[in-house]
């Protein structure tokens, strides 16, 4: 039976746009998703988090376990929400992979709650841009040609750009296209970033948490790795390319994840060898 893994993905990103690295993980585990994090009115974004928490942990009830160990996977949003999921749900799951989700502690989380008063906060996430992001276009040819001159996008491998012209925009009623994901929630996602609160329950985690990191990741570079190795601890690994590196080498992100998982079910299992031992001897 396959052990199940539900994906988050990352603001701004629909989870069908992941469908390369999804299906290459789909050979390996039972993959299940949320389509688009934060648009739930039941679930409303705010300060660090509570709602959409609830919006993963209320898809993690829905599912049918039926035996099957669980794995949260998670790309920057998504990853955090995974690790905050689970300190709440410790028992239910298996892991937790966070795909460059870097913790945010220290000096720099004082840079960011400032800048949420004077804007220096864009200099971590690209909260700018986000206001500013185009959301219509004539057809889906337009959307295409408008991503694929962009620097960012031109390095996605071309099969989930065309994802991200199917499912990161819709239809939106007199055949011209628009965003998916709406740059309002996406704007006050990063806004309501949790900092202080992520590094408590990181510290009181009962599972074990493995990284996957962008070599060339502006978010992590201006986040540091300090924080993040204290959680993780050896169970980090890098991946050739940006914050976006799912979106830029799917297939290779995929192959990660999986070893990733190989790496902590180890782990898992010498947690629940000790487990008996330590209460034999408490």
Request: proline residues 6%; positive net charge.
């Amino acid at each position: 039976m396959q052990d199940l893994l539900l994906f988050s993905h990352a603001n701004g990103f629909p989870a069908p746009v992941y469908r390369v690295m999804l299906e290459a993980l789909a050979g390996h585990f039972r993959v299940v998703r949320p389509e688009r994090i934060g648009h739930d009115p039941r679930y409303p974004v705010t300060r660090d988090w509570p709602h959409l928490v609830d919006e993963l942990c209320a898809r993690i009830d829905g599912l049918d376990l039926a035996g099957r160990r669980l794995w949260l996977v998670g790309h920057s949003l998504g990853g955090y929400l995974s690790m905050m999921a689970a300190s709440r749900l410790a028992r239910r799951v298996a892991g937790v992979v966070m795909i460059d989700s870097p913790l945010i502690a220290g000096w720099r989380a004082q840079l960011v709650r400032l800048g949420r008063c004077t804007g220096l906060d864009s200099l971590v996430m690209p909260i700018r841009a986000t206001l500013q992001r185009r959301r219509h276009w004539p057809d889906r040819a337009a959307v295409h040609a408008h991503f694929a001159a962009k620097p960012a996008f031109a390095r996605w491998d071309p099969r989930v750009l065309h994802d991200y012209v199917e499912h990161g925009t819709r239809d939106d009623g007199d055949g011209a296209r628009e965003l998916v994901f709406q740059r309002e929630v996406e704007h006050r996602i990063y806004r309501t970033l949790p900092m202080a609160s992520n590094a408590v329950l990181a510290r009181g985690l009962q599972v074990p948490v493995g990284f996957l990191a962008g070599t060339r990741s502006r978010e992590l570079r201006h986040a540091g790795l300090d924080a993040t190795r204290g959680l993780v601890g050896p169970h980090l690994s890098w991946v050739e390319g940006s914050h976006l590196f799912p979106m830029e080498r799917p297939e290779e992100t995929a192959q990660a994840v999986h070893g990733m998982i190989g790496r902590l079910d180890v782990v898992r299992g010498r947690l629940h060898e000790d487990a008996p031992r330590r209460h034999a001897t408490g």
